[in-house]
């Protein structure tokens, strides 16, 4: 592959695969963190992680913006390593739980998300902006488009293994304090601290407790949900703490490799100058305009996509939790057993590693042919995927009861976690053929003083997508379950009809 390929790109790739594991384990557990620590609901849980979730992309045009200004791409990613390591080490910090006031812990959980998400700013769509770099000598243009798959796939490396690891450590730590884990209970605890447990639910819970207690009676179940909430929010901030270590190695990789990525403007030597192409000397206002234009107009497209796409931390998640069989899918390790609705996090991630080499051997053949679809069908027949999976997601939950039916104890079967794993192909299939086709797309078509503000623009739109997750949520406890997927369904199907409106115009574009 290096004999086809940049030479930096397998150490930009290591570079975000370590950023990333240690992002996905975050998000892999933050919503369900925000519910079992500061008691709060499914959908105001969802709005904190949405706002997040969003200002981790709005801020990589403000990283854009930043990297343009100064011509230091390299200086920019750098800062934003380490920034984002401070911000995991203030979440991995065991902060009070259930005290009198837990405002100010949340107000400080919120800064510390805040710094995670302007490091991620400065370092993200600059990264991408870098490799994009590495494709502008003729040597490696006509790779663009592989070289993003590539890319894309070994950061999802490190998010395979990031949901199982967080598991595992909070689990260990709910074990080895002589409690049973139980994804439900923390919400109990809170309501009995705060007194709003129904009282027809005593025995039930008192029930639950017991268990969860190893089989020991409860006696005082105030005291009991003190301890077992706070036990579990422990454990997720050690998982935190897992985080910094792979930043730490994200940040070690990269320093011993800068001198392999392209040179900043501002770092030439006396002299020297960045290779700029024939068609970017003749690049007019009026093209780049037009190009700009082309560019705003996927963005647009692509936030139905990422709203859908990114409720995988929301509403799935929420799903797997309340409707999946769970003990299906327990993995015993000795010292700790990881089960919980987290775990589904890693499917996705496993799925793009698997599944990239495929696409591209596909491609490959294809283009050989020259059959290959250029980068905005792909785009198309990706939204047209997506659509799909939440069809089968549709289908697989018509039986089961709507969020106030359940939380009122209503009997139902449980669905298979095949139905989830089923849905997360799909997703990633759809992703494939969206997210490193999109980062691909910008590449070529941005202007070239402009790479790092249009990549920061990409993510801005994912950013819009991302600030709207919590109408999953919404639409979760509002509606029937079945009906709540049609409608992103249906998103996603508006999004493919849209783009596939502009197909030409953009193929134009992109010559």
């Keep these: 592959m290096q004999n086809k390929h940049p030479n930096g790109l397998i150490t930009a790739s290591l570079t975000n695969m370590g950023e990333r594991f240690g992002f996905y384990i975050m998000m892999g557990i933050l919503l369900l963190f925000l519910q079992a620590k500061f008691g709060l609901s499914g959908k105001n849980a969802s709005i904190i992680y949405s706002i997040f979730y969003a200002s981790v992309y709005v801020l990589a045009l403000v990283g854009g913006i930043i990297a343009d200004r100064l011509k230091n791409y390299k200086g920019t990613i750098l800062v934003g390593l380490v920034v984002m390591t401070l911000g995991y080490v203030m979440l991995g910090i065991p902060t009070p739980t259930a005290v009198s006031s837990m405002t100010p812990w949340l107000v400080f959980t919120c800064f510390a998300l805040f710094a995670i998400s302007f490091g991620n700013g400065l370092f993200k769509g600059n990264l991408q902006a870098l490799v994009g770099r590495m494709y502008d000598n003729d040597q490696y243009r006509h790779m663009r488009d592989t070289g993003f798959s590539l890319f894309y796939m070994f950061i999802n490396i490190g998010a395979v293994f990031a949901p199982l690891v967080a598991v595992?450590?909070?689990?260990?730590?709910?074990?080895?304090?002589?409690?049973?884990?139980?994804?439900?209970?923390?919400?109990?605890?809170?309501?009995?601290?705060?007194?709003?447990?129904?009282?027809?639910?005593?025995?039930?819970?008192?029930?639950?407790?017991?268990?969860?207690?190893?089989?020991?009676?409860?006696?005082?179940?105030?005291?009991?949900?003190?301890?077992?909430?706070?036990?579990?929010?422990?454990?997720?901030?050690?998982?935190?703490?897992?985080?910094?270590?792979?930043?730490?190695?994200?940040?070690?990789?990269?320093?011993?490799?800068?001198?392999?990525?392209?040179?900043?403007?501002?770092?030439?030597?006396?002299?020297?100058?960045?290779?700029?192409?024939?068609?970017?000397?003749?690049?007019?206002?009026?093209?780049?305009?037009?190009?700009?234009?082309?560019?705003?107009?996927?963005?647009?497209?692509?936030?139905?996509?990422?709203?859908?796409?990114?409720?995988?931390?929301?509403?799935?998640?929420?799903?797997?939790?309340?409707?999946?069989?769970?003990?299906?899918i327990k993995i015993d390790l000795g010292f700790t057993t990881i089960v919980g609705a987290e775990i589904f996090q890693s499917i996705n991630p496993l799925f793009v590693v698997t599944l990239t080499p495929l696409l591209l051997f596909i491609f490959g053949q294809l283009k050989k042919r020259n059959m290959e679809p250029s980068t905005p069908k792909k785009i198309v027949i990706g939204m047209f995927i997506a659509a799909l999976a939440f069809v089968v997601m549709a289908v697989g939950s018509k039986s089961l009861p709507a969020q106030d039916a359940f939380k009122a104890g209503e009997e139902f079967t449980k669905v298979s976690p095949w139905l989830m794993v089923l849905t997360y192909f799909i997703l990633t299939l759809a992703e494939l053929f969206i997210s490193p086709m999109g980062i691909s797309f910008v590449s070529k078509v941005a202007p070239p003083h402009l790479q790092g503000i249009m990549q920061g623009l990409w993510l801005c739109a994912t950013a819009v997508g991302n600030s709207l997750l919590f109408v999953g949520m919404i639409l979760y406890e509002s509606l029937s379950i079945s009906a709540t997927w049609i409608i992103f369904a249906c998103a996603c199907g508006f999004s493919m009809l849209v783009m596939l409106l502009m197909v030409r115009w953009l193929e134009k574009v992109a010559d």
């Design 168 to 328: 595992a450590i909070r689990n260990w730590w709910v074990q080895h304090n002589g409690f049973v884990y139980n994804a439900n209970l923390p919400e109990y605890c809170h309501q009995i601290l705060n007194g709003t447990l129904p009282a027809d639910r005593v025995a039930q819970v008192t029930q639950i407790a017991t268990e969860a207690n190893g089989g020991m009676p409860v006696t005082d179940l105030s005291d009991f949900a003190l301890n077992y909430v706070q036990v579990f929010s422990t454990g997720f901030h050690y998982a935190f703490l897992a985080a910094v270590v792979f930043m730490l190695i994200s940040l070690i990789i990269y320093l011993t490799n800068k001198s392999k990525y392209p040179a900043d403007e501002k770092h030439l030597a006396a002299g020297e100058r960045i290779v700029v192409t024939k068609e970017e000397i003749k690049m007019s206002a009026s093209e780049i305009k037009t190009r700009i234009l082309a560019l705003c107009a996927v963005f647009g497209v692509v936030i139905f996509f990422w709203m859908s796409f990114h409720q995988n931390g929301v509403s799935l998640t929420q799903f797997a939790k309340d409707y999946v069989n769970l003990d299906a």
